[in-house]
């Protein structure tokens, strides 16, 4: 079982964008940390990126704690207390992964996935010791946005998802509970509930994309750093909040298909920033600006939290 992040040795598989994120946090808590990344030009990138994230966090003391292997016969398993599968979001690469790490792991290691989609019982059909599977699911960039989703599977152990709980709060985390598996788990069905509505606004022109986007940054989503939904019902009145959804709900969006000014981009290949135009145009220029506006804003907020964030030792 896992213990403080001292006691705790991770691998990490996959060592992409997010699976190297992921390490960050896990050695910034103190966790010796590995991260398995087979393509060589990403291994040998990863040395440098670890450097700059951990001196970015201030926790540069700790870029010893980062190591880099190239396949999963480099780990030395019988150390490791808990794996964190990054790979790519394809059910049958997980479902085989986890298969080999069932072999591979001791019985008390800790089997964690960060799909962001797949319910874990999913994932960890036909394991033999689906009691120690679990989801642990970050937010891009992983090292930045302090939530972090614990999910249960059906047959997950109670005392592994309190276990590591306990561990990403040492990390510096904000864990947050999911208690059933389903699909898209909390936060991302919170994601989905708002975007299906704010895409039905854009099909049926009542607002643009740019109106839409400003209405949640500069008015009710400005808020949420200060509160979730829930706290703020209750600053407000939960009888104002009752009437109100009386009112709208039965006019909000409830298709069960995606939106037609969503559907028709991704059928035409337009994607967003990596294919050059999505709701808006981008080129190298601008997406380069836009990605510094936007990391350097949720640096800002996180300043502002910083002192409800758990303290790292």
């Known amino acids: 079982m896992l213990f403080t992040p001292a006691e705790t040795k991770v691998v990490i598989i996959g060592g992409g964008t997010m699976g190297a994120d992921v390490a960050a946090v896990c050695a910034r808590g103190g966790c010796a940390t590995q991260v398995v990344e087979l393509t060589t030009e990403r291994r040998a990138h990863l040395p440098n990126y670890f450097a700059n994230a951990m001196t970015e966090l201030g926790y540069e003391n700790r870029i010893h704690l980062l190591t880099v292997a190239g396949s999963l016969d480099e780990v030395d398993w019988a150390d490791v207390d808990l794996v964190i599968e990054c790979i790519p979001e394809r059910l049958d ?46 937010f891009m960039p992983a090292h930045i946005v302090p939530c972090v989703e614990v999910i249960c599977g059906e047959k997950t152990a109670k005392m592994v998802a309190e276990s590591l709980s306990r561990l990403m709060t040492a990390c510096g985390m904000v864990p947050v509970m999911v208690k059933k598996d389903l699909h898209g788990f909390l936060a991302n069905r919170l994601q989905h509930a708002l975007s299906r509505e704010a895409f039905y606004l854009i099909d049926e022109g009542i607002a643009t994309p740019e109106d839409v986007d400003k209405a949640v940054r500069f008015g009710f989503g400005f808020r949420y750093l200060a509160a979730g939904p829930v706290m703020q019902r209750d600053h407000a009145g939960l009888e104002v909040h009752a009437a109100a959804g009386a009112s709208i709900y039965p006019s909000l969006n409830n298709s069960p298909n995606i939106a037609k000014s969503l559907s028709d981009r991704v059928k035409s290949g337009k994607l967003g920033m990596k294919t050059g135009e999505g709701f808006f145009e981008w080129n190298p220029e601008t997406i380069r600006a836009e990605r510094d506006r936007y990391d350097s804003i949720l640096r800002e907020g996180l300043k502002i939290i910083q002192k409800e964030l758990p303290k790292i030792d």
């Open 93 to 138: 690469l997980k479902q085989s992964l986890f298969a080999e790490l069932e072999k591979r792991a001791k019985p008390e290691a800790v089997l964690a996935s960060n799909s962001s989609s797949f319910p874990i019982s999913e994932i960890a059909v036909g394991l033999k010791t689906a009691a120690r599977m679990i989801g642990l699911h970050f």
